[in-house]
């Protein structure tokens, strides 16, 4: 049903930018939350952004606050993650997930396949 493909990203030296797209297809958006993970190597999965679809209100992760942006565009139904100021360790996959309040549980529904973002000196 909700399918999600990232893309965007690639090799950047310390302190470039990025900007990660999120392309999503399915049902209504209107109710979803849709957010951004990372996991690093060796470490446990990370949350780093969330945007609810309809109002457009975010939260973010410590690590990344105020350099960190996402971001969503309803005519194309995309969700974006600009990411400025990136350091060695913003290096991860980075996951797109949407989280449906109507379906069981707590957690995001819905994942992508991930888009490897690696940042070196």
């Known amino acids: 049903q909700v399918q999600l493909v990232e893309s965007g990203g690639g090799l950047v030296q310390a302190g470039g930018s990025l900007r990660l797209s999120c392309a999503a297809s399915?049902?209504?958006?209107?109710?979803?939350?849709m957010g951004w993970f990372r996991q690093a190597p060796g470490k446990e999965r990370e949350f780093v952004a969330a945007?609810?679809?309809?109002?457009?209100?975010?939260s973010y992760a410590d690590s990344v606050k105020g350099r960190f942006t996402i971001s969503r565009d309803n005519a194309k139904i995309m969700v974006y993650l600009q990411m400025n100021s990136l350091k060695p360790e913003d290096t991860a996959v980075y996951y797109c997930?949407?989280?449906?309040?109507?379906?069981?549980?707590?957690?995001?529904?819905?994942w992508g396949q991930g888009t490897q973002v690696t940042v070196s000196l």
């Open positions: 997930a949407v989280k449906d309040p109507v379906v069981a549980g707590n957690g995001y529904n819905y």
């Open positions: 945007i609810r679809w309809s109002v457009g209100d975010t």
């Open positions: 399915g049902r209504t958006f209107s109710r979803y939350t």
